[in-house]
């Protein structure tokens, strides 16, 4: 065997094993550390206002403590700040990253039985490019071909563990609906209903009916089971109508891709009409129109914050938008939709501040809280509040500009990204190899 041959052998060996050892850090989460104490730093807290020289405390992955005076506990890791701003992890209410070409069924213009999950690729780097740039939980949505789309998944960006370790606990969940220029286009291009926007809204009348009918029978079912009757008969399942019953008894999220003022109006009436809530409009560049009765039916908006005129729908598209209907009551939050600009989405947040003149706080609101809302995790991320989950940024720069860059991202008290590590930042692919 010829020495150059040998040292070919010896290069596909080393090649191989790090291969081997890179997939298995992307099967398994790092270690956990039980108690992690951040310190030195100034922590905006989000809902109680900035903390200098404060530390936060973290115990099996929550958040135990907050303030100037936290002690530290014997063991505990120490991650010393050093005068850093630290935030909680951003989080984007609307994206579709780790869906590939599956993020529309168009099919037909009604598929709520859809199940996201069934599309999620855990290994897309998109989800590494988004922890990099702070984002720690999202919103992977079906696509907007469809008047009533499918199921959506929420994520924590724990990129290299397993996938199943990705998926947000407990996270409620959402549907996609859609309306105007986009079902119009994939449906009138075939010449099928729906291809006007009289055609949208009576093919989403159409399909809710039939799930009020489904609902009815499998309620009167029930009801009789629960009487006693004998050999009641069971109606045949629909996973379709079985969905929309969901939406019917609200046990689904309904989150809206909608632009128009009108439309926003007419998405309002058919909840009403049905007995469902909507929880947000998604892209809602015409909110600031009706921002009041947005308000009044306490349905959020997850937002751009400058985009505008890239199809006809966004003409009437201001910069001015989100602080406007903030202004007017409306919970609202700045989303990618965009594998890039989910990078940096607290520069999209920034931008409220100038347009608008949004508050510090409430500009990371809107890629915090308020995003938190949207999804249904409020009350588990979103702000640096004691018992939950230890979703946290350390950043070289202030967050709300260009200058701020993530230096650490830690997800359920672990760190998933450190960008002074080589391997991409990544503590875990270290520990892998």
């Not at 709520?112 to 780097?125: E, G, I, R, S």
């Not at 009533?148 to 996270?171: E, S």
Request: with cysteine; charged share 25%; aromatic share 8%.
């Amino acid at each position: 065997m010829s020495r150059r041959f040998r040292i070919i052998l010896q290069m596909a060996a080393v090649g191989i094993a790090s291969f081997t050892a890179w997939g298995a850090a992307q099967s398994e989460p790092p270690k956990k550390s039980a108690e992690v104490l951040i310190r030195n730093a100034v922590v905006m807290t989000v809902t109680h206002g900035n903390i200098q020289n404060g530390s936060v405390y973290i115990k099996d992955g929550k958040i135990a403590a907050v303030g100037k005076d936290v002690s530290t506990p014997p063991g505990a890791t120490i991650i010393d700040a050093g005068g850093k701003y630290l935030t909680p992890g951003i989080i984007d209410s609307h994206s579709h990253i780790a869906l590939d070409d599956d993020v529309n069924e168009v099919t037909s213009p009604v598929t709520p039985q859809m199940m996201m999950m069934d599309a999620f690729d855990y290994q897309d780097k998109a989800i590494y490019r988004g922890l990099a740039g702070g984002v720690t939980t999202s919103l992977l949505l079906h696509g907007s071909a469809n008047m009533i789309g499918g199921q959506a998944i929420v994520i924590k960006h724990k990129y290299g563990a397993g996938r199943d370790a990705m998926l947000f606990p407990g996270a409620p969940r959402s549907i996609k609906f859609a309306s105007g220029e986009n079902p119009k286009r994939v449906y009138g291009g075939r010449d099928q209903l729906p291809s006007t926007r009289m055609g949208n809204f009576a093919v989403q009348r159409e399909a809710l009916v039939q799930a009020q009918e489904y609902k009815r029978d499998w309620d009167e079912y029930d009801a009789k089971v629960k009487r006693g009757d004998k050999d009641p008969k069971r109606p045949k399942r629909d996973l379709k109508l079985e969905a929309l019953a969901d939406v019917l008894r609200g046990k689904l999220l309904v989150q809206i891709h909608c632009y128009r003022a009108d439309e926003l109006l007419t998405e309002m009436a058919l909840a009403k009409e049905f007995g469902y809530k909507v929880r947000a409009f998604h892209h809602a560049l015409e909110a600031y129109k009706v921002a009041d009765k947005i308000a009044a039916e306490n349905v959020g908006i997850a937002t751009f914050a400058d985009w505008w005129g890239y199809k006809q729908e966004a003409w009437d598209a201001i910069p001015w938008n989100a602080v406007m209907s903030m202004r007017k009551g409306v919970r609202v939050s700045i989303k990618s939709d965009s594998d890039d600009f989910a990078r940096r989405l607290n520069q999209e947040a920034a931008k409220t501040m100038h347009y608008g003149g949004a508050t510090e706080e409430e500009a990371l609101k809107m890629i915090t809280l308020n995003a938190a809302w949207i999804i249904g995790v409020d009350d588990r991320v979103g702000s640096i509040d004691v018992g939950k989950d230890a979703d946290l940024v350390i950043w070289d720069g202030y967050p709300l500009s260009s200058y701020g860059v993530p230096e650490k991202v830690l997800i359920d008290g672990d760190v998933y990204f450190d960008r002074s590590l080589p391997g991409f930042g990544m503590p875990h692919y270290r520990e892998g190899q």
